[in-house]
């Protein structure tokens, strides 16, 4: 346990005041004078005056990093206080992940709750390797990053630096009326589960095909946790202005299902309906009540796109009812492993259309109509639910003729007053008189080829 009641101020305790925010938190000392209204707290603490400052102006004071892959509770003290009742602004706690993009606040309290301190819990589980330490909740310029950054940085990307770490931020911004006070004061982090606020097991990955549903399950432990607050939390990466317009722009998602487990535990499920590439992001679970918060890990939303090939197949052979192709599969669009190839193929003037699983590079499409043109393109499939991506670019092409069986050739000699009879259709095709046997294509065309010579019939 270790913990910080602000005798000496936040120095000692190792708490540091964020540099980018717009002023910082007061040192209130039990052993010096100070200005406030007698009815404020005697002992030490730290302080924000809001008539000291703008309307929206914030001030954040950050705790030390939590490394250790253990149950943590952040127990403190807190009271936002106006003379006349009036709101002097809000009190948040947020979570932000190795020195990643910031959330929404996980908890909060606004309005004045009187002069008197309140307690309030904050349970928190570190996860091997993502750290948590308490951090400011604002997003701002010198602090973007990237998605593809983010979404590497959770399991390999930040880990390898000792000073990327989760983090915790007590944030204070005044209200309109800048009336009043807000204050901390006895900060303590307990290496066990909270009492009165639930704990997450750890939050896995969810992957999934483009246009399908996401499902997280958040599974809480902890006394009347089921009658929380629930919610998902989507982390507030800027990866651009339009297509941040197209994400759920940093919104909280509602619990869908709860069910109980037993009387210590229950699950929470979230559906994200038919999602997309901006979809793709962190998310956690936090769970609130009026007595604190719980927050889970961050765990990725990765949407895979089904693959689809990039150039048509390839003829590599044709006849008048079969067409042999190569695939050309190794070149695609979207995302591998591809676990099925499949042939889709069709007449160009029908309405029909069949499809052949595929185990090898070529295949050869059997029992096609002579002489007719025909659509072929390659399916791919990656696992998963819907990862079936569309057709590639077809292949147009066309059977050749067909050729009647030619049994016997006649050929009638006047020298000898007999027929010569011949199975060889080359040579009556090299002579070019005689009788003719036919090459049929479409029922219509007819190519004679002359029957040979007596030189040339077998007798």
Known sequence: MWGCTFDDGPGPCDYHQDLYDDFDWVHVSALEPHYLPPEMPQGSYMIVISS???????????????????????????????KNGANPGTLNILVRVNKGPL????????????????RAELAVSTFWPNEYQCVDGVSRTNTEVSLEAVLQCSETFYVAKESDNKIVIFEAEVSDGRNGYIAIDDIQVLSYPCDKSPHFLRLG?????????????????????????????????????????????????PVAQTK?????????????????????????CVTQSERGSGVSNFAQLIVR?????????QLLGVGPTYLLIQLNANSIIGDGPIILKEVEYRMTSGTWTETHAVNAPTYKLWHLDPDTEYEIRVLLTRPGEGGTGQPGPPLITRTKCAVSSIILFTYFEPRLSSFYFSVNPSAAAERGNGPADTFICNDNEIASIISPTPSDVDL
């Open 52 to 82: 000291d400052h703008d309307p929206g102006e914030k001030t954040r004071l950050q705790l030390p990093t939590m490394k250790e892959n253990d149950t943590h509770c952040i127990d403190f003290s807190y009271l936002l206080y106006s």
């Open 205 to 253: 990955d969810v992957e999934v095909n483009a246009g399908q549903n996401a499902t997280f399950q958040c599974i809480a432990t902890g006394r009347d946790a089921v009658n929380n607050k629930l919610w998902l939390q989507i982390t507030d990466v800027v990866i651009s202005h339009s297509a941040k317009d197209k994400r759920r722009n940093g919104e909280d998602i």
């Open 260 to 284: 109980n487990i037993n009387h210590r535990r229950f699950a929470a499920t979230f559906k994200l309906q038919e999602v997309t590439k901006t979809d793709q992001d962190l998310y956690r």
């Open 305 to 313: 796109e089904p693959p689809r090939p990039i150039a048509p197949p």
């Open 103 to 118: 959330a929404n606040p996980i908890w909060n309290v606004t309005g004045s709750t009187g002069k008197d301190w309140l």
